[in-house]
């Protein structure tokens, strides 16, 4: 066990459960700029990690009654065959093409998501400024528009293992706005799901680090218990304005390569 990859663990594992942000936003990068793994065994790993990590969070938040079950439902039709789809595409690349070129691939598109993901979570601020509290708001579930959500986002989730978190947090608050704290918990739980089977296909192509996973998830499991805790009692507009900085790091890093 590597103490310097579990501490990182529990720091992005507590980002998680506080946020519903920082998977695939923050440890895929960490992975590829600090640990140097390949892009493509970096996003396998992560995937399988955060399934592991965001189901302790998933069961604190049933707990705290924190997550929206008919929305999570809707989200799942369209998440799973989105989840297989996109992980399924990068081992049928890795298959076909030249590792160099899969990685260079993988690279250029995690970039173009944290943009997408800045953008989105920018968004998210500016509406939820401008619109009433979703506390005195009644809103119909909109099962379409959730099952296409799912469907967009598992598949970008299966490409790049971004999107579990920030990107549903994101779209997620614009297409179906609840309270925060249902929000995150709602995010956390559909994230178990997705990247589980994403993350399964992943580890069938081999494009899985064990020894990595089992070291991030001796930190990870209690930051993401303590994170979910904190949920209903910090701000976390601190928080996300440093994942976003992480974020226009990472995409400026990977465009660039």
């Given at each position: 066990m590597d103490v310097r990859v579990s501490l990182i663990g529990f720091v992005?594992?507590?980002?998680?459960?506080?946020?519903?942000?920082?998977?695939?936003?923050?440890?895929?990068?960490?992975m590829i700029f600090l640990f140097h793994m390949h892009p493509a065994m970096a996003v396998g790993t992560d995937l399988v990690y955060a399934s592991i990590t965001k189901l302790a969070g998933a069961l604190q938040h049933i707990r705290q009654k924190t997550v929206d079950?008919?929305?999570?439902?809707?989200?799942?039709?369209?998440s799973v065959p989105g989840a297989l789809l996109g992980s399924g595409a990068v081992g049928a690349m890795q298959h076909w093409l030249p590792m160099a070129t899969v990685n260079l691939f993988?690279?250029?598109?995690?970039?173009?998501?944290?943009?997408?993901t800045i953008a989105a979570?920018?968004?998210?601020e500016y509406t939820r400024r401008h619109r009433p509290a979703p506390a005195a708001v009644t809103v119909p579930l909109p099962?379409?528009?959730?099952?296409?959500?799912?469907?967009?986002?598992?598949?970008?989730?299966g490409l790049t293992s971004v999107g579990s978190g920030s990107l549903y947090v994101a779209l997620l608050a614009l297409v179906y706005p609840v309270a925060t704290a249902k929000l995150v918990g709602t995010d956390i739980l559909q994230g178990v799901l997705v990247t589980g089977v994403a993350g399964l296909v992943h580890f069938a192509f081999g494009s899985v680090d064990l020894p990595m996973v089992a070291s991030l998830l001796v930190g990870s499991v209690p930051g993401i218990l303590l994170g979910s805790r904190m949920t209903v009692r910090i701000p976390d507009g601190a928080i996300r304005a440093g994942v976003l900085l992480m974020l226009g790091w990472?995409?400026?890093s990977l465009l660039l390569r």
């Open positions: 992005v594992g507590a980002l998680i459960g506080l946020t519903g942000m920082g998977g695939g936003t923050v440890m895929t990068p960490l079950f008919p929305a999570f439902k809707a989200l799942t039709l369209g993988i690279s250029q598109l995690l970039g173009a998501v944290y943009l997408l979570v920018l968004w998210r099962r379409l528009r959730l099952g296409l959500l799912g469907l967009v986002a598992g598949c970008i989730v990472s995409s400026y």
